[in-house]
């Protein structure tokens, strides 16, 4: 956690938890997505499920599925915005298992009909942790540009996927390894200290044995 | 590298380097900014904490309809002041900037939403009263930084999770060392300070009525502010915790445990509990599910 996540973020009231991290995790969704979603089913558990409605949770994540940061002045309007747009947005609480307190489930469509189920937990202080992507274990925080490669569980994949990245002299910050069951369906979770190029993210999709890469930087514009 | 302990602040403030200034370089590096980046991104918090205070509205109210209006009434009678008009301004400041953020305008989380009074609650009338410059006032806040970290590193900095002592606790300690550094104290006195303020609100619940960051969120800005200003004045008086501040906030995380959820953020609990409590919840339609 740096400075900044202790001082800051500049942001639109009136919780840094359940305002600031919820928009973030609806930002970071987008950005899995690539694409505003047509689609939003939002679950909220614990907390935000809790005292979600009084903080704006709803809210908030809607206005990070449209590509709000946390100092938006329209994030108190974005489920009109949403409306104004034709996207349909429903909102429902649940239980999840070993969830944090402050937890959402995001399912969203895009136009071309592809889906994605992201869950975040929002940390305190605006920080938050992506828990899964599709039902998969993938555990990053959205500070560092991240790839997550999903591959069958065979042996070499992690080579290539790293080879990759140190001809690029990329550096990697963290590296995290997850998979179903042996010989299924396993998931990477890697953190650059650095942004990927395009190019790098295409090479690796293309590699037999390699099923899905997804890329997000949550900086970039 | 983040910091994990206040001893480690400690060892660091014994180099040649101002400690702020060791501290920023570490964060910097770690974060790949460069120095002057990290400068302008710190100036630009202390701007937005004096900015959200000065576009303070005493007209504006919350959704709820619960908050609004407090920051101006406390300012009006600051020259009547039990404490004297510097204490009335403390208090003025974190009514108004906890009012900013129950009313949807821009504030700076500090650490978090809830708590965001508290630093600018001591350190805007400090400078008005002091005439500091605007960079002493960006160095203490990397001060107050790196004593928030180590406690979200040791504990955490949320409400959910530790209750209120997690937010304004936090807050208070992180106050209270910017304040001694702002005295000219040594990094020892802002320890004790820091140790003082967060033990002394140590224990302190979440537990917001109807779920919202208003009542008794606003308030306890002030008494986080109040423990910042005496936890420093102690500190900087000669006065130590018999507690080490790292064995305070591990303190403060095996509190924050053992509250139960109906403490922590939920509404469930403490004043969301009350007869009134429960009332404003169903009469804003927000009872927790």
Known sequence: MNLFDILGPIMVGPSS???????????????????????????????????????????????GLLGMRPDDMQIPSSLEIAR?????????????????????????????GRSLEVVGASLGGGRVRIESVDGLEANFSGEYPTLIVRNTDQPGHVAEVTTTLAQLKLNIATLQLYRDTRGGSAVMVIECDTPIPSQAVTWLESLPGILKVTYVNVEEA | ???????????????????????????AREQGLSEEESLRRMNGMWQAMRSASRDYSAAA??????????????????????????????IAEALKMGECNACMKRIVAAPTAGSCGVLPAVLIPFQQKHGTQDETMVHALYLAAAFGQVIASRACIAGAEGGCQAE??????????????????????????CAIALGNLLGLVCDPVAGLVEVPCIKRNVIGAMAALSSADMALAGITSRIPADEVIDAMREVGDALPASLRETGRGGLAATPTGQKIARQLNLEPK
């Open chain 2, 168 to 193: 304004v606790g936090a807050a208070a300690g992180m106050a209270a060392a910017a304040l001694v550094f702002l005295k000219g104290g040594t990094v020892s006195a802002m320890a004790h300070a």
């Open chain 1, 84 to 112: 104004s747009k034709g996207i349909s947005v429903s909102c429902s609480t649940v239980k999840l298992r070993d969830a944090h307190p402050n937890t959402a489930m995001l399912q969203v469509k895009s136009a071309d």
């Open chain 2, 61 to 90: 109210r919350s959704s709820s309809g619960l908050s609004g209006g407090d920051g101006q009434r406390m300012l009006d009678y600051a020259a009547c002041g039990i404490g004297g008009e510097f204490f009335s301004q403390v």
């Open chain 1, 17 to 63: 938890s359940h305002t600031a991290g919820a928009v973030r995790i609806g930002y970071i969704t987008r950005k899995l997505l690539r694409a505003e979603p047509v689609e939003i089913t939002i679950k909220l558990h614990g907390s935000f499920a809790a005292t979600g409605t009084g903080h704006g949770t709803d809210r908030a994540l809607v206005a």
């Open chain 2, 1 to 27: 590298m983040a910091f994990t302990s206040i001893e480690q602040l400690e060892a660091l403030a014994a180099q040649p380097t101002p400690l702020w200034r060791a501290i920023m370089t570490a964060d």
